[in-house]
C-alpha cells in the first residue's frame, strides 16, 4: 500500500526547515559581528593599558603599526613588525615587552652628575641591537647590523657604533665625546652642575662655562608641530635621538618666550636657534626674543636659522633655507648646515594702525612686521584662505592643498575682480567695501598712486610663496634691494593676474620707492590687509611703518637657484652702475 503524508506533517517540516534556514542565517551574520566586537573590545583595552605604561614611564615612547626597516625586540630579540620605540634612546619593544623594557633600559638623562675629579666627563651608553642602516663599527671599520638578529652596540650620545665581538670592557668605561655634533648638544653634566649653583643661589656661571670648548654653539630646537606639512612629530623624535632631549621644545606645549630661557644657563652669545615651522612661527619666536631684550637678557640672545614647514615660507627662502623642507635632507646635514651658516642681521618694523572713527578713543592697533605688509588682491586671498582655515583647520594640513586653495581664490579675483581700483566699490567675500582714494607717504613726501588694486610694502627679498616682486622680470634698473639696510621696498599692483604675471617674470611690478618710514591713510573705505600673512578687514586709518629692532639671523649660503644667481648680477651690475654715476 502506498503511504501518503497529511498536509500537517507538510506544513509543520517546511515550517521547521524555514526555522532553521533562519537560525543558521542569523548565526552567519551575528557571530562575526559578536568576534569582531570582542576583538575591538580586546584591542581597545590593549590599547589602553599600552597608552598608560607609554603616559608612566621615563621613556618617550612612541608606538607604531609597522617598522620602516628590520627591527628586533630589545628585550625578547624576536623579529617584530609594530610595537614601540623611544625617541630619544632608540630602544624597540613589543606590546608584551613594554614594562620589562622600562626596568631593563635607562633613557637618555637629561641631567646627570659628571664623573672625574671637575665632573665635566662621562662614560658611552649603549643601546644593543636595530644599530641605522651603513653604520661602521669603531674597532674594525667594518659594517655593523648586517645579521638579521638583535646585535652590535650604539651609544646613543655619541652615535658611535661596535660589533659584539669588538666590544671590550675598557670600550664600555671610555669616555663619550658627543661624536660629530659635541658643539651642538648640551652635556648632562653642565647641566647638573648648573642646578647646583641655583640651589646654591649662586648666578654667576662663568667658572663652568669657561671650562666649555671655545668652538661650543648649543643649539635649540623650537617645532610648531601644527605647520604646514604636519613633520613636525617626526622632526622631534629625529632631533631627540641625536641631542640632549632637554634642548627640544614642541611649540605646542611649550611657548618660546618658556623654551628660550634655557639660553640664559649658556654661555652669553654663543646659542643658535633652529625654528621648525613656517614664517608665522618664525615671527612668534622673534617675539620672545624681544622680550628677552626688555628683560634685560641682551646678552644671552641667540641666533636663528629656520628649517620651512609652512605654505609660503618667504622668510626661508630669503634667508637661504628653502622654499619648503618635505622630509629630503637627514636631520644630520640640517645640522651640519646650521652650524656653517652666516650670521646676518634681519630689519624688523613695527606697523601702527590708528582707527579714524571712535574720536580715538580706541588703542591702535600694533604689529611687528618681518616680510611685507600689503593691502589689496594678496590680503584679500590671504583674508579668504584665514576664513575657511579657521573653519576647517583638519583640511589644511598639507602645503600643497594650501597652496591650491591660494590658487583658486587668486583666479578668482582675476575674473571677478574684488579690488578692482582703490577709487570704486570693492566686494570682500562677505564684506562690501567702498574706497576713496589712498594716500601714499615716503619719508614724509606725498607720493601720486597711479590706477592700482594693492600698494605692497617689502621688507625681504621674497613674497607670495617664492616670488621676487621689487625684482619683477629683471629688465630694468632698480635700486638695491636689501633685509638689513633700515629701507623698506614699496611697489603697487594692478590686480591678482598682474601679480601671476610678476610671479612668472611676465611684468614689472609698479615699484613707488624705498624709504625708512611708510605713511598709507585710507579714508571711508574698508580694505583687506595682512601682516606676514595674518589678515584682516580695515575701515577708515592711518597706517605707519618705522623701524624697530634688527634680529641676528643665521642664512645659508648653499647652491644659488638660477634665479637667485640672476638677480644676484643684476644687483651687482646696478650697484656697478651706481657707483660709476656717483
Same mark, same amino acid.
Given at each position: ?47 589602553g593599558l599600552v597608552q598608560d605604561i ?23 630579540? &624576536?623579529?617584530? /613588525?609594530?610595537?614601540?620605540? $623611544?625617541?630619544? *634612546?632608540?630602544?624597540? #619593544?613589543?606590546? %608584551? @615587552? ?48 648586517? &645579521?638579521?638578529? /638583535?646585535?652590535?652596540?650604539? $651609544?646613543?650620545? *655619541?652615535?658611535?657604533? #661596535?660589533?659584539? %665581538? @669588538? ?259 570693492i566686494e570682500c567675500g562677505v564684506l ?151
Amino acid at each position: 500500500m502506498e503511504r501518503h503524508e497529511s498536509p500537517e506533517s507538510t506544513s509543520s517540516f517546511g515550517l521547521l526547515a524555514e526555522w532553521n534556514l533562519a537560525f543558521w542565517t542569523l548565526c552567519s551574520v551575528a557571530l562575526p559581528i559578536l568576534i569582531t566586537l570582542w576583538c575591538s573590545f580586546r584591542r581597545s583595552r590593549r590599547q589602553g593599558l599600552v597608552q598608560d605604561i607609554l603616559h608612566k614611564s621615563k621613556h618617550d615612547w612612541q608606538y607604531t603599526d609597522l617598522f620602516s626597516q628590520p627591527t628586533y625586540c630589545c628585550i625578547c630579540s &624576536q623579529h617584530i /613588525l609594530q610595537g614601540a620605540f $623611544c625617541s630619544c *634612546c632608540g630602544v624597540c #619593544v613589543d606590546e %608584551e @615587552c613594554l614594562k620589562k623594557a622600562d626596568r631593563h633600559f635607562l633613557c637618555k638623562e637629561v641631567v646627570m652628575r659628571g664623573e672625574g675629579g671637575s665632573r665635566t666627563s662621562m662614560a658611552h651608553h649603549w643601546i644593543r641591537g636595530n644599530v641605522p642602516l651603513c653604520s661602521y663599527c669603531v674597532v674594525c671599520k667594518q659594517q655593523c647590523g648586517t &645579521q638579521p638578529k /638583535l646585535c652590535d652596540y650604539r $651609544c646613543i650620545w *655619541c652615535q658611535q657604533t #661596535v660589533h659584539d %665581538e @669588538c666590544m671590550q670592557n675598557s670600550l664600555k668605561h671610555e669616555k663619550c665625546n658627543f661624536g660629530e655634533f659635541c658643539n651642538l648638544i648640551i652635556p648632562p653634566y653642565y647641566l647638573f652642575n648648573i642646578c647646583q649653583m641655583r640651589k646654591d643661589k649662586k648666578t654667576d656661571y662663568g667658572k663652568i662655562t669657561s671650562s666649555c670648548r671655545k668652538e661650543w654653539m648649543p643649539i635649540i630646537i623650537l617645532a610648531n608641530t601644527r605647520s604646514g606639512n604636519n613633520m613636525g612629530e617626526t622632526l622631534l623624535s629625529q632631533f631627540k635621538s641625536l641631542l640632549n632631549p632637554v634642548q627640544v621644545f614642541d611649540l605646542m606645549k611649550t611657548p618660546p618666550a618658556k623654551a628660550l630661557q634655557l639660553c640664559t644657563w649658556l654661555p652669553c652669545n654663543s646659542v643658535r636657534v633652529l625654528v621648525c615651522g613656517g614664517d608665522g612661527t618664525v615671527g612668534w619666536v622673534l617675539d620672545a626674543i624681544d622680550d628677552m631684550k626688555i628683560k634685560g637678557q641682551e646678552q644671552y640672545i641667540p641666533q636663528v636659522a629656520v628649517l620651512p614647514l609652512g605654505t609660503g615660507n618667504d622668510l626661508s627662502n630669503t634667508l637661504g633655507w628653502g622654499a619648503g623642507y618635505a622630509g629630503e635632507v637627514p636631520v644630520e646635514h640640517i645640522l651640519r648646515t646650521v652650524m656653517d651658516a652666516d650670521v646676518n642681521k634681519l630689519d624688523r618694523w613695527k606697523i601702527q594702525v590708528t582707527n579714524k572713527r571712535y574720536y580715538n578713543l580706541r588703542k591702535p592697533k600694533v604689529f611687528t612686521m618681518n616680510n611685507y605688509f600689503s593691502i589689496g588682491p594678496d590680503a584679500l586671498m590671504a583674508l579668504n584662505f584665514h576664513a575657511h582655515r579657521e573653519k576647517s583647520p583638519s583640511l589644511f594640513s598639507s602645503r600643497i592643498l594650501n597652496k591650491a586653495v591660494y590658487f583658486f581664490y587668486g583666479t578668482k579675483d582675476c575674473l571677478v575682480q574684488e579690488c578692482k581700483d582703490l577709487n570704486k566699490k570693492i566686494e570682500c567675500g562677505v564684506l562690501t567695501i567702498c574706497c576713496l582714494p589712498l594716500k601714499l607717504e615716503l619719508d614724509g613726501e606725498r607720493i601720486d598712486l597711479p590706477n592700482l588694486e594693492g600698494i605692497v610694502v617689502l621688507n625681504i627679498g621674497y613674497w607670495g610663496g617664492g616670488c621676487r616682486l621689487w625684482e619683477g622680470m629683471g629688465d630694468e634698473p632698480y635700486p638695491l634691494a636689501r633685509h638689513d639696510d633700515g629701507l623698506l621696498e614699496v611697489v603697487g599692483v594692478n590686480g591678482s593676474f598682474h601679480c601671476a604675471q610678476i610671479q612668472v617674470k611676465l611684468a614689472n611690478p609698479v615699484r613707488l620707492g624705498q624709504a625708512h618710514t611708510v605713511r598709507l591713510i585710507l579714508k571711508n573705505s574698508k580694505m583687506p590687509m595682512q601682516v606676514d600673512g595674518e589678515p584682516w578687514a580695515q575701515g577708515p586709518c592711518t597706517v605707519t611703518i618705522t623701524h624697530k629692532t634688527h634680529a641676528l639671523m643665521l642664512s645659508h649660503s648653499g647652491e644659488q637657484t638660477d634665479d637667485d644667481a640672476s638677480s644676484t648680477s643684476e644687483q651687482e651690475l646696478a650697484k656697478d652702475q651706481t657707483d660709476e654715476d656717483t
